[in-house]
């Protein structure tokens, strides 16, 4: 059966007459999430207590959920867990793989990358010494670079400026062959693309949840860790939930079996709740559906808006395949135009220095919105209804 859009759409309490297209950064709140949250806190904090850990099975949250996941990312099922932040999760990927990695010591991205990603190698690096370093090309120069130095491929699968696609199996496969690691981020692919995590050959896998996976602000992060890699990674934050038998108090760390290992600290048992009942959401969803319902919307909106904004300029792919699921278009005043569509209803974002970016989930957005988007985007331009002091002021998030 084809996957059904209204009934995805039923499931969120999106306020009345927003047309909601930065679920690529912040991912909007299921109806059902609030009464499963406040299940957890008065049915199992309030009346459990700590035997919670056991009777609620908080213990279990993180592996339980991340096989939630991993249907969503095209990975095995076994071997992605929830945990800590994104960053937290980059720093662990990284770590590992360049320790499988004696001999080499650049860790390869590109300048589009997502900046804490790379702040995370940048550190990693300064930690370790020994001449590791951080080498960033332009995002179509990667494959060129890939050469016998590299110990890691760091990408983001989707780049969070301007949605451009990396091919991963493609990208993998080279860094394969200079005997390279690849790790992929996919916070903006996750829940959004048809990602293949495992038949695309990525060794590391990261994410976070509070985008198009809607778990709420500050969600956990996942990682995934392929299976011919899953009992030899050595974790580098050798957490207490991590180890083999946590609750045996052993003053040695040994790393736990699999996936277990990349576990680090106390489970937020309050946002492992939110998402795992977010993720009902995705009950009978098909992702090619899902991919296919995104290239739809995304067309749309391109189509729609160079026919009646040219002033504005198109920074994302027109190849399908080389897109995400969000749209971006750059223009001198981005910034005071996006609120300007804000204050009218039509919530995206801004990323500097001058792009207006758009975010597609088909999960709750259809043509209709698209259409009425572009309108008063139109509307918008056309009478310079941006240029008005309130519209330039920045504030703290963009």
Not at 167 to 173: F, V
Not at 314 to 335: I, K, N
């Amino acid at each position: 059966m084809p996957t059904d859009f209204a009934r995805t759409r039923a499931q969120f309490d999106l306020p009345e007459g927003v047309i909601y297209l930065d679920g690529n950064s912040l991912g909007p709140l299921p109806r059902n999430v609030a009464a499963r949250v406040g299940q957890a806190i008065s049915d199992e904090w309030g009346k459990l207590l700590i035997t919670g850990w056991n009777k609620a099975g908080w213990m279990a949250l993180p592996t339980r959920i991340g096989d939630r996941i991993a249907r969503l990312i095209g990975a095995e099922p076994g071997h992605v867990v929830m945990g800590d932040t994104l960053s937290i999760k980059v720093y662990q990927a990284l770590a590992s793989s360049l320790q499988m990695r004696p001999g080499k010591t650049v860790i390869l991205s590109d300048t589009g990358n997502f900046p804490s990603d790379l702040y995370m190698a940048e550190g990693l690096c300064r930690t370790l010494g020994q001449g590791y370093t951080l080498k960033t090309v332009a995002p179509e120069a990667v494959e060129a670079a890939l050469d016998d130095s590299v110990a890691v491929l760091m990408l983001t699968e989707v780049d969070y400026r301007t949605g451009r696609r990396h091919d991963m199996p493609a990208l993998t496969a080279k860094a394969h062959e200079v005997g390279a690691l690849a790790v992929w981020d996919l916070a903006h692919s996750a829940g959004a693309t048809d990602v293949q995590v495992g038949p695309g050959g990525a060794d590391f896998a990261v994410g976070c949840t509070y985008k198009y996976l809607n778990s709420g602000p500050g969600g956990p992060a996942f990682i995934y860790v392929a299976p011919r890699h899953a009992e030899v990674a050595r974790p580098a934050l050798s957490g207490w939930l991590g180890h083999e038998a946590p609750f045996a108090f052993d003053l040695d760390y040994r790393p736990g079996r699999g996936i277990e290992r990349m576990r680090v600290g106390t489970p937020p048992v309050l946002q492992l709740a939110a998402l795992d009942a977010a993720l009902d959401v995705w009950d009978g969803v098909e992702i090619a559906d899902l991919r296919a319902r995104s290239l739809e919307l995304t067309e749309a909106f391109i189509a729609g808006v160079e026919a009646a904004c040219p002033t504005l300029t198109l920074s994302t792919p027109r190849d399908p395949a080389r897109r995400g699921s969000q749209v971006s278009f750059r223009h001198p005043e981005g910034y005071a135009i996006m609120q300007a569509l804000i204050a009218r209803g039509v919530i995206g974002d801004f990323r500097a220095p001058d792009t207006l970016r758009f975010g597609f989930t088909p999960l709750f957005i259809g043509l209709d919105e698209v259409r009425r988007a572009v309108e008063i985007l139109a509307e918008i331009m056309a009478g310079d209804a941006w240029d008005r002091p309130e519209f330039k002021i920045r504030a703290a998030v963009t």
